[in-house]
């Protein structure tokens, strides 16, 4: 097959087939299918799963017109198709969203047989694939993401679930999909804080792992962000990639998969205290959490403080705060030891000692544990980056 971008050469043509990229887990072994104008065809690479299956597809409502209506056209090709259609945004990914849904989906008279589709952002991708991973004890399912952070990141990997009083994504479970169908027209439609959200999660590939993919951003992340073809393809091809690598190796967060979480335990605190009202994303949450992880591991000695200064001007120069005085206003007022205790909670806690990726160089993150309060709480006591560092 001859790929669609030759990734050596930024001058080659622009169409053809679709890049395809293996997450290799065995007999559970998956493609993640990237490329242009894939939704019309998604009859040609999903019918070795759906032939003849019932399928019930999980969309969100902000994308009924066009992508749900072209993927329809699509699977019917093929198999008999019903969807259900929900609200996005954090609140979705709640208990009383996921048994509405799940009530709905079972007067479909499904089996298990029936295959989730999951049309949408990163909350619908978790909320359908957690009811995939429930009904009657697990249902094969799909994941077809429609922003750039659930393409690079959410749609990949098995993680689903939704969120609880007590914090994000605490009750869930670990459930592969069958396929990843990644139409990158889908982000034509998206806004453009969306789009800048889900570019916090491509840096922070650059940043854990790929030091030379950082590289590759600061000169090209610009076009990305502004949906250029070839660079939006090779950006989120080489996110799959990393991110498939990781869970291949480490399926359920036992050892590197951790690294994922480069930036999120200082993100998920500012989530939780933000009380995921849709003021503040989880890309830009993100974000900001990147420069607290580097300000971090600037404080305990591991990282010299000129690459801090580079990440923290590239998050700037693409539209995102690296520090939490860039977000909503509660976030700069935010009691620090509020902030701590939503840490405390969260999942990567462990026997009561906060967990943090941090970082040696830009591309080489570790995890570390048992780091005092009175260190996080400097950090985020600091006004800014310059103010963390001196």
């Excluded at 969309?59 to 066009?66: F, G, K």
């Excluded at 077809?144 to 605490?170: C, E, F, H, R, Y």
């Excluded at 169908?181 to 453009?192: A, E, F, H, N, Q």
Aim: net charge negative; proline share 4%; charged share 20%.
């Amino acid at each position: 097959m001859t790929p669609a971008f030759d990734h050596t050469d930024p001058s080659a043509p622009k169409t053809g087939d679709p890049v395809i990229v293996p997450v290799e887990l065995g007999q559970r072994r998956y493609n993640i299918t990237i490329g242009p104008g894939l939704m019309l065809k998604a009859d040609q690479f999903l019918a070795p799963i759906l032939t003849g299956r019932q399928v019930v597809i999980i969309a969100d409502e902000a994308v009924a017109t066009p992508w749900l209506e072209q993927l329809e056209i699509a699977l019917n090709r093929i198999t008999d198709c019903h969807h259900v259609m929900t609200a996005g945004g954090e609140s979705a990914k709640s208990f009383s969203r996921y048994t509405e849904l799940m009530e709905n989906i079972l007067n479909h008279g499904i089996t298990r047989q029936t295959v989730i589709v999951a049309l949408g952002g990163g909350v619908i991708g978790d909320l359908a694939g957690f009811m995939a991973a429930s009904l009657l004890r697990g249902l094969d399912y799909i994941q077809i993401p429609t922003t750039l952070l659930s393409q690079v990141d959410s749609s990949v990997g098995g993680k689903t679930g939704i969120n609880a009083s007590a914090g994000k994504n605490l009750v869930g479970a670990f459930h592969q999909p069958r396929a990843v169908l990644i139409d990158t027209d889908c982000l034509s439609t998206l806004p453009d804080r969306e789009m800048r959200a889900g570019y916090a999660e491509v840096v922070k590939y650059g940043l854990l792992g790929h030091a030379d993919f950082f590289d590759w951003l600061e000169e090209h992340g610009a076009a990305v962000l502004k949906r250029e073809p070839y660079q939006l393809v090779e950006a989120i091809r080489r996110c799959c990639q990393a991110k498939a690598d990781i869970v291949a190796a480490d399926e359920t967060e036992n050892g590197i998969r951790a690294l994922l979480n480069l930036g999120h335990t200082f993100a998920h605190a500012f989530e939780a205290e933000a009380g995921y009202d849709g003021r503040l994303l989880h890309g830009e949450a993100v974000a900001a959490g990147l420069g607290h992880a580097f300000a971090l591991s600037r404080r305990l000695g591991f990282i010299d403080g000129q690459s801090c200064h580079r990440v923290a001007k590239h998050l700037e120069a693409m539209g995102l705060a690296n520090w939490r005085h860039g977000l909503p206003a509660d976030m700069a007022n935010a009691n620090i030891d509020q902030l701590i205790r939503h840490m405390a909670k969260d999942k990567k806690a462990q026997s009561g000692e906060l967990v943090f990726v941090l970082v040696r160089a830009i591309g080489d993150a570790f995890v570390e544990k048992g780091i005092k309060p009175q260190e996080i709480a400097a950090v985020l006591a600091a006004a800014n980056m310059d103010d963390a560092l001196s």
